[in-house]
């Protein structure tokens, strides 16, 4: 079985552009989750969806949103790309929304 | 404020040696407390989880957490530690957003050199 795929693996993107990170869950899970991992630093909880609606926001700036299509794979759109956004952004996926997360490998991201 | 403490950003063993890291955490209610193992440039895999019951939590790779509410912590420990076990380790609680919705808030970790 296919765990939770996300890409791209790696991108670079320059300053002030905007970047489009896709995650796919595993078959059958509902709920995903997007988080983010600066360098040396444990992951951020970003948004998480559950049946196609967002269920919680962390504390970050509106330049990042999201989405959770009918399949139940998801978006995750920054805008006006600053260096500080430079990190692994670690997608994850679960049965309910309060259940058991899976990750995937995440997309690094730098920003120049 | 709901966290995890991780205090050890850095630990080195012998292999064969055994280990343990520390996590304390900050949380109301009663927590769902979880351990997940990265290696270099990949994502999280989860090691173990305690939701209830039991407070001595066995999970893969011969790892086990005890849950310890009077300490508010959650020690992860291996008898004898291998090479590839090498990693961060990161300890994190599970905390509602709504109703059947949870965040996970993660410590800093703890990154393991073994030494052969």
């Known amino acids: 079985d296919a765990g939770v795929t996300q890409s791209p693996t790696h991108l670079i993107k320059t300053r002030g552009q905007h970047v489009t990170l896709r995650c796919s869950p595993i078959s059958g899970h509902k709920s995903v989750s997007w988080y983010q991992q600066v360098l040396g630093q444990g992951p951020q909880f970003i948004f998480q969806?559950?049946?196609?609606?967002?269920?919680g926001r962390g504390n970050f700036p509106d330049r990042f949103s999201a989405r959770q299509f009918p399949n139940y794979s998801s978006e995750l759109n920054v805008n006006a790309l600053l260096l500080g956004d430079s990190a692994l952004y670690l997608c994850a996926s679960s049965l309910w929304g309060n259940t058991e997360a899976f990750f995937g490998q995440g997309t690094r991201l730098t920003v120049v | 404020a709901q966290s995890v403490t991780q205090p050890d950003i850095h630990i080195t063993v012998s292999e064969g040696a055994s280990l343990e890291l520390r996590c304390n955490y900050s949380?109301?209610?009663?927590?769902?407390l979880f351990w997940y193992v990265q290696s270099p440039g990949q994502g999280l895999q989860l090691l173990l989880k305690?939701?209830?019951?039991?407070?001595l939590v066995q999970g893969i790779k011969g790892f086990e957490a005890e849950f310890k509410r009077s300490q508010s912590s959650f020690n992860l420990r291996k008898p004898s530690v291998h090479w590839s076990d090498a990693a961060e380790y990161f300890c994190?609680?599970?905390?509602?957003?709504?109703?059947?919705?949870?965040?996970?808030?993660f410590g800093t970790g703890t990154r393991l050199q073994v030494f052969p």
């Open positions: 994190a609680v599970g905390a509602t957003l709504s109703y059947n919705t949870d965040k996970l808030i």
């Open positions: 305690y939701f209830s019951g039991d407070t």
């Open positions: 949380y109301g209610a009663t927590p769902y």
């Open positions: 969806y559950y049946e196609k609606e967002e269920r």
